[in-house]
C-alpha cells in the first residue's frame, strides 16, 4: 500500500441552515510514495486548501477515506488527533505562526514540550538541524528580531525536530521575497532528498518546478499530473506553466 493513500474524497460545506451546500472536493483520489515530493496547484477556489486541511486533520471529508501509513485518518478520536498531528505531521506556513513572546529556540521546541520529550532529547535534535538550516546563531533571538527568511527557517525546523512523516507545507513561499524564497525552495529539496516526503500547497508554478510531481487541482478534482523525470528545474517549470495554461483555458 502507498505510504499516503486518497481515496475518493469529497468535501461538501453547507451553510448554517442547510438551505445552500458548496461542494469543495469532488472526487480526488491519488497516492503518495515514502519519499516523494509533490506539489498540488489550483485557481483559487480549486479546493486544494481544503485538501490540505483535510489530510492535516484540521477538517474531515463528507465522503472517502485518507490513510497516511495505513492509519485512516478519520478514525482518529477527536480527543487524540492534536497528538496525532504533533507525532506524525509537521506544518510549514505561510505566515510563520511564530509567538514573538518565545525564543527561536523555544519556538522550536514547542511540538516536542508539548508532547513532553526530555530537555536533552530535544537539544540532541535541535543541534544537527539548525546547523543544517542554518539558524544556529539565531536560537537565542526572538522572531521580530529576524527577516522573513530567517523565519522560515525557523518554521521549517519546528516542523522537522518531531521527525514526521510527512511535512505538509501551505504557500510556504508567499510571504517571502525572491531570494528568501529560493532559498527556502532549496532547502526543500535537500530535506527530501535526505528521505523526508514533503506535499507542498502552491500557486507559484517555480515553487512548484523544485518539487518532483505537480497535481493540478481543478473544480475540487484531479485535473492532471506531471512528473518531473529527467527534467531541470527550468524545463519542469515550463511544462508546469504549459500545463496551467491548460488548466486556465479547457472549458472556458
Known sequence: MAFLQVNHIQKIYSSRHQATQVEALKDVTFSVEEGEYIAIMGESGSGKSTLLNILATLDKATKGEVLLESQELSQIPEG?????????????????????????????????VLSRVKVQEMEKRLKPLAISLKITELLDKYPYEISGGQKQRVAVARAL????????????????????????LELFE????????????????????????????????????????????QEFLQSINDTMTVLLTKGA
Open 80 to 112: 487524540k488527533l492534536a497528538q496525532y498531528r504533533r507525532e506524525h505531521l509537521g506544518f510549514v506556513f505561510q505566515d510563520f505562526n511564530l509567538l514573538d513572546t518565545f525564543s527561536v529556540r523555544d519556538n522550536i521546541f514547542l511540538p516536542l
Open 161 to 184: 525536530i518531531t521527525n514526521p512523516d510527512l511535512v505538509l507545507a501551505d504557500e510556504p513561499t508567499g510571504a517571502l521575497d525572491s531570494r528568501s524564497a529560493d532559498s527556502l
Open 190 to 233: 535537500d530535506v527530501n532528498e535526505k528521505g523526508q516526503t514533503i506535499l507542498m500547497v502552491t500557486h507559484s508554478a517555480l515553487a512548484a518546478s523544485h518539487a518532483n510531481r505537480v497535481l493540478f487541482i481543478k473544480d475540487g478534482q484531479v485535473f492532471h499530473q506531471i512528473y518531473r523525470g529527467q527534467q531541470n528545474n
